[in-house]
């Protein structure tokens, strides 16, 4: 488990000193093809977006003014800023992630942009530091199949929602049997595939947690759209600098994580076994069943 968290943190951590952003448009390309508008892009700090979504999940967490929104592994804050927007200067929106450098970078960019209602931790999300019912929506993208302990994050989940709270997450699940070369592969596990898990386990996995009305949506996306940023699969570009994730890894054949990752994929068809899905989930109200209206997430309902 230390091995994974310290792959993912190091992956991630060379990401985020790298100068990809919204204004490279293959990092602008990847957003807009996992369901973010160019207005929404527009209306938040650049550096915010790396490329790294497997959807939009402020498109489906139906937030309103007020709330206290968490977003679990929140990297730059692309996601914590666009619903900072959502729930207005009376709401908060919690960025939550366990790599130094994305928590500095999403300051950095949350104090040039002038963001008051946005605050950002560095926590592994199985131990979120936030106080029990205290929450009203919880949001992830594309970071809870990176988690070694998956119930453990539910969990932490349940416990932070308030009674009658929901979870709203894009995230990468499977519908299929990983090819074996890839299901080992460390490169895998970091690039949000290996790591990933089946469709119904994650279902039951928040049921088991104390959610109810578990809904799982394939949104359909093609997995293959990491391909649109030049050179890399959500990682690596020429501007990332000697020593990142892009630089030749120290093992024997030199190969570095994403060189890895692109010779698995070349050979292997993800879309067949693995799926972007769209995931709801309300904690019950306390000693009752939920009356939370519970919005349709459908396909082609949740745009």
């Known amino acids: 488990?230390?091995?994974?968290?310290?792959?993912?943190?190091?992956?991630?951590?060379?990401?985020?000193?790298?100068?990809?952003?919204?204004?490279?448009?293959?990092?602008?390309?990847?957003?807009?093809?996992?369901?973010?508008?160019?207005?929404?892009?527009?209306?938040?700090?650049?550096e915010a977006n790396m490329g790294l979504s497997c959807g939009n999940p402020t498109a489906t967490a139906h937030l309103r003014s007020g709330e206290v929104v968490v977003d679990l592994g929140s990297g730059g804050g692309l996601d914590v800023f666009l619903a900072a927007k959502m729930v207005g200067p009376e709401g908060r929106a919690i960025g939550i992630d366990m790599t130094p450098a994305m928590i500095e970078r999403a300051r950095a960019a949350a104090a040039s942009a002038g963001y008051t209602n946005v605050e950002f931790y560095q926590s592994t999300i199985d131990r979120i530091p936030l106080p029990d019912a205290s929450v009203d929506c919880v949001i992830s993208n594309c970071v809870l199949n990176l988690a070694p302990d998956k119930p453990a994050v539910f969990r932490e989940i349940a416990r932070i929602l308030k009674p009658g709270g929901r979870l709203a997450v894009s995230d990468i699940a499977l519908k299929g049997e990983l090819p074996e070369a890839?299901?080992?592969?460390?490169?895998?596990?970091?690039?949000?595939?290996?790591?990933?898990?089946?469709?119904?386990?994650?279902r039951s996995g928040l049921l088991a947690a104390g959610f109810e009305h578990v809904e799982i949506v394939d949104s359909g996306a093609d997995l293959n759209a990491y391909a649109k940023v030049e050179n890399q699969s959500g990682c690596c570009s020429p501007?990332?600098?000697?020593?990142?994730c892009c630089a030749p890894a120290a093992d024997a054949d030199s190969a570095t994580l994403h060189a890895e990752l692109s010779e698995l994929l070349s050979k292997y068809d993800v879309n067949t076994a693995a799926a972007s899905v769209k995931v709801y989930a309300i904690k019950p109200n306390a000693g009752a069943a939920s009356k939370t209206a519970v919005p349709c997430c459908k396909p082609g309902c949740c745009q």
């Open 182 to 202: 890839i299901a080992r592969s460390m490169a895998a596990y970091v690039g949000c595939i290996g790591g990933a898990i089946k469709i119904d386990d994650y």
């Open 239 to 244: 501007a990332m600098a000697e020593g990142s």
């Open 1 to 46: 488990m230390a091995e994974i968290l310290d792959s993912v943190r190091s992956k991630y951590g060379a990401v985020a000193e790298s100068s990809l952003s919204s204004n490279h448009a293959g990092v602008k390309a990847v957003a807009e093809a996992f369901g973010y508008s160019a207005e929404e892009l527009t209306s938040i700090p650049a």
